[in-house]
């Protein structure tokens, strides 16, 4: 198996691929003003097996596109959908966030929780932007120092992983270059990443080692995100994803 293959075995059964929470989508939810609108239009990039694509499901009277390049993620998530009767609000689509069909200024909102520095934040939010209706909402999760000044190897850590990690002025500073006008943030607690995402990916740690007879690739590939996680533990003071909530405006 090749190494895109088991990182989507290691992660197909969690109920998300990244840190979150539904309380904190529904808490941007709320912040966007869209809970009470009717018929809305919402895409979810880099949706996974659907954490938050299952919450404005619940939550709002949408329609919602959720685009995924894993097509096993889209699979976990047309189940969820179906169990929940939530089937009919949900299309998944297997493509690229950054080569989308959709029309110029055809949707109220682009969700993406932990998904947008796939393609680079200022990147995708500046070719997302000609999606949103006028007044459209974008509402992405994306990585953030939550301090000022930090230890250095977390610095370098950093840079070398995502140099466009930044402080949340930093990363508002980039929306508001790019035709949008920001209406909140806040940083994930870090609940989101150790109950609700990294303990739940170390339980499936030995069931996936069997699966892989303990395959030195499957091996390196815990190791990895065991270093990860205690990387995470040390330094969780320092950063977050860090919620950002805007709206399009002018041209
Ligand atoms: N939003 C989910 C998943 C976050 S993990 C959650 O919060 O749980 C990031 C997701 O982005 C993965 O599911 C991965 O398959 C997807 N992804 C990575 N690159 C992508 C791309 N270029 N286009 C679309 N999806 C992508």
């Known amino acids: 198996m090749d190494d895109l293959s088991l990182m989507v075995d290691l992660h197909a059964d969690g109920d998300r691929q990244g840190p979150g929470d539904?309380?904190?989508?529904?808490?941007?939810?709320?912040?966007?003003?869209?809970?009470?609108?009717k018929k809305l239009a919402i895409a979810d990039m880099?949706?996974?097996?659907?954490?938050?694509?299952?919450?404005?499901?619940?939550?709002?009277?949408?329609?919602?596109?959720a685009i995924d390049v894993v097509p096993e993620f889209l699979e976990t998530l047309e189940d969820k959908a179906h169990r929940e009767d939530l089937g009919e609000k949900i299309t998944t689509h297997p493509l690229a966030m950054d080569a989308l069909p959709f029309d110029?200024?055809?949707?109220?909102?682009?969700w993406s929780e932990g998904a947008i520095y796939n393609i680079g934040f200022e990147n995708g939010a500046r070719y997302w932007r000609r999606f949103l209706k006028a007044d459209g909402i974008l509402a992405v999760s994306e990585i953030t120092w939550l301090?000022?000044?930090?230890?250095?190897?977390?610095?370098?850590?950093?840079?070398?992983l995502y140099p466009e990690i930044d402080t949340a002025a930093g990363k508002i500073a980039v929306l508001e270059a790019n035709g949008y006008s920001p209406i909140g943030y806040f940083p994930l607690p870090s609940y989101c990443w150790l109950a609700n995402y990294y303990r739940p990916l170390e339980a499936q740690f030995d069931?996936?080692?069997?699966?892989?007879?303990n395959s030195e690739a499957a091996q390196a590939l815990v190791s990895e995100h065991r270093e990860e996680i205690a990387f995470y533990e040390r330094y969780a003071d320092y950063f977050s994803y860090g919620f950002y909530i805007a709206r399009r405006c002018g041209d």
Do not use: K
């Open 207 to 213: 069931a996936f080692l069997d699966r892989h007879d």
């Open 46 to 65: 880099g949706c996974g097996t659907g954490a938050s694509t299952m919450v404005l499901a619940r939550t709002l009277d949408a329609q919602i596109a």
């Open 104 to 110: 110029d200024q055809s949707l109220d909102a682009i």
């Open 22 to 37: 539904d309380a904190v989508t529904r808490r941007a939810i709320a912040l966007a003003g869209l809970p009470g609108r």
């Open 147 to 160: 301090t000022r000044t930090r230890p250095d190897a977390l610095t370098d850590y950093w840079e070398r």
